[in-house]
């Protein structure tokens, strides 16, 4: 039996990164090889240039093909920016007839239902969350498979993105040779990457600091309950240092991830950091604890904002298992301490290794990768719930290839062949009828 490869890629801000997975004989998933390379088009999670953006998508693309040998065909898509909505919503459908068994198809159609809820223009639904169910007028039901009933309700978190965005990253990736085959919100990806299924029944915020963005997704009860997408992270400070301490912007990228601290109180004065300066000018020298006043100045801001996120929803006192960082920005020094000293709630960096079998390397367990990790986990997880009979297989070997090109060529000689053959045919019986007829034309009869 071959096993399922799937495709995800994450479009950031910053990076643009491919992720080839699959499980293992214990069904257990792998990661078979990531390619990435440097995003262009892409501004705070949005797509600015579709032609720029899928020429960094093709370049990823590439990369992990010559990796794994793989030829990719289908993809899961990562999709996150400020113009991601949530909307509670309740809905319902009536039963067969009093007493009816409730069964899987019936939640199904209730979910799938909602799909049809009147947006704003210019919005579309890209999930749709059961949050709860009713049942006859019985409330607060988590699964109301097998319980009698003739009315079935829903409570569901609507999450709706932007029609042209969306369009967008469609054309981007089709630009680069590929198909879309779902959309996946960013936050929930990542969170299937660091938090783990006894987190989420607990209470947990998965914050997830990239370069454009900061996506937010807070879990109770096993359940997605809110989802945010805050316009500040990795290169909100990046451009902070670049003002504040007058150098270039690549001078600013290096300073923060080699030197960087969120807590201005654990750098000390008297260590400098020395930037060369321009032909021959003296060089610029900054102390440790400017850089990390800078840096904490803006994470504030970030952390303050997720804070107001959970507060808004009244978590704030039913995360058991507190905060969980990822992406880039979460490898920055005393990140964890800023983040609990705002908050109050215990917090910890997340890593994808403990979801993942097989090879795992020092690269694919750093933060950053935990949204297009979770592309992969989740796109398993859709692929195990439908029904795969009819659909093309997202990537195949390369060797597959070379003989599904060498088939298409025989197949296209074969009809030329036939086409000529036709013509000819064609050609033969007009020449006959000319024949034919110049010859009745001609034909002595006799005389007159």
């Given at each position: 039996?071959e096993?399922?490869?799937?495709?995800?890629?994450?479009?950031?801000?910053?990076?643009?990164?491919?992720?080839?997975?699959?499980?293992?004989?214990?069904?257990k998933?792998?990661?078979?090889?990531?390619?990435k390379?440097?995003s262009i088009?892409v501004?705070?999670?949005i797509?600015?240039?579709i032609e720029?953006?899928?020429?960094?998508i093709k370049?990823?693309?590439?990369?992990?093909?010559?990796?794994?040998?793989?030829?990719?065909?289908e993809v899961?898509?990562?999709?996150?920016?400020?113009?991601?909505?949530?909307?509670?919503?309740?809905?319902n459908?009536?039963?067969?007839?009093k007493?009816h068994?409730?069964?899987?198809?019936?939640?199904?159609r209730?979910?799938?239902d909602?799909e049809?809820?009147?947006?704003?223009?210019?919005?579309?639904?890209?999930?749709v969350?059961?949050?709860?169910?009713?049942?006859?007028?019985?409330?607060?039901i988590?699964?109301?498979?097998?319980?009698?009933?003739?009315c079935?309700?829903?409570?569901?978190n609507i999450?709706?993105g932007?029609?042209?965005?969306?369009e967008?990253?469609?054309?981007?990736v089709?630009?680069?040779?590929?198909?879309?085959?779902?959309?996946i919100?960013?936050?929930i990806?990542?969170?299937?990457a660091?938090?783990?299924?006894?987190?989420?029944?607990?209470?947990?915020?998965?914050?997830?600091?990239?370069?454009?963005t900061?996506?937010?997704?807070?879990?109770?009860?096993?359940?997605l309950r809110?989802?945010?997408?805050i316009p500040l992270?990795?290169?909100?400070?990046?451009d902070?240092?670049?003002e504040?301490c007058?150098?270039?912007?690549?001078?600013?990228?290096?300073?923060?991830?080699?030197f960087?601290?969120?807590l201005?109180e654990?750098?000390?004065?008297?260590?400098?950091?020395?930037?060369?300066?321009?032909?021959g000018?003296?060089p610029?020298?900054i102390?440790?604890?400017?850089?990390?006043?800078?840096i904490?100045?803006?994470?504030?801001m970030?952390?303050?904002?997720?804070?107001?996120?959970?507060?808004?929803?009244?978590?704030?006192?039913?995360l058991?298992a507190?905060?969980?960082?990822?992406?880039?920005?979460?490898?920055?020094?005393?990140?964890?301490?800023?983040?609990?000293?705002?908050?109050?709630i215990?917090?910890?960096v997340?890593?994808?290794q403990?979801?993942?079998?097989?090879?795992?390397t020092?690269?694919?367990?750093h933060p950053?990768?935990a949204?297009?990790?979770?592309?992969i986990?989740?796109?398993?997880?859709?692929?195990?719930?439908?029904?795969?009979?009819?659909?093309?297989?997202?990537?195949?070997?390369?060797?597959?290839?070379?003989?599904?090109?060498?088939?298409?060529?025989?197949?296209?000689?074969?009809?030329?062949?036939?086409?000529n053959e036709?013509?000819?045919?064609?050609?033969?019986?007009?020449?006959?009828?000319?024949?034919?007829?110049?010859e009745?034309?001609?034909k002595?009869?006799?005389?007159?």
């Open positions: 039996m096993r399922e490869i799937v495709v995800g890629i994450d479009i950031g801000t910053t990076k643009i990164a491919v992720f080839i997975g699959s499980k293992d004989e214990q069904g998933p792998i990661i078979l090889g990531m390619g390379s440097e088009g501004e705070r999670g797509v600015r240039n720029q953006t899928s020429i960094s370049k990823a693309i590439e990369e992990v093909e010559q990796k794994t040998g793989y030829v990719v065909k899961f898509v990562g999709i996150a920016g400020n113009q991601i909505r949530n909307i509670q919503h309740r809905g459908i009536m039963l067969e007839s007493g068994i409730i069964k899987e198809a019936d939640r199904e209730l979910i799938k909602q049809n809820l009147v947006l704003q223009p210019g919005e579309k639904i890209i999930h969350v059961p949050q709860s169910f009713i049942v006859d007028g019985d409330g607060d988590i699964n109301p498979i097998g319980m009698p009933g003739s079935l309700e829903g409570n569901f999450i709706t932007n029609v042209s965005n969306i967008n990253i469609i054309r981007s089709e630009m680069a040779n590929c198909k879309v085959r779902n959309l919100l960013e936050p990806a990542s969170a299937e660091v938090v783990n299924a006894s987190e989420k029944e607990a209470g947990v915020c998965l914050v997830d600091i990239g370069g454009g900061t996506d937010v997704a807070i879990f109770h009860d096993g359940i809110h989802t945010a997408v992270a990795g290169n909100a400070i990046t902070d240092i670049k504040g007058s150098i270039i912007k690549t001078q600013a990228e290096a300073l923060k991830t080699r960087g601290s969120c201005k654990s750098a000390k004065e008297d260590e400098i950091i020395a930037i060369p300066g321009f032909r000018r003296d610029r020298e102390s440790m604890k400017t850089l990390a006043g800078i904490q100045a803006r994470m504030e970030i952390i303050d904002q997720v804070l107001f996120e959970i507060k808004s929803k009244k978590y704030e006192k039913k058991i507190g905060i969980v960082l990822s992406g880039g920005g979460a490898k920055m020094r005393d990140c964890v301490q800023l983040t609990e000293f705002i908050t109050g215990e917090s910890r997340g890593t994808p403990d979801h993942l079998g097989g090879t795992i020092e690269e694919i367990t950053m990768h949204t297009g990790i979770g592309l986990l989740e796109g398993l997880k859709k692929l195990e719930k439908e029904d795969n009979s009819n659909k093309t297989p997202m990537a195949i070997k390369f060797s597959e290839t070379i003989v599904e090109k060498e088939e298409e060529k025989i197949v296209e000689e074969e009809a030329s062949k036939e086409k036709k013509k000819k045919s064609s050609e033969n019986k007009t020449k006959g009828f000319i024949v034919s007829w110049l009745g034309l001609f002595d009869d006799g005389p007159e």
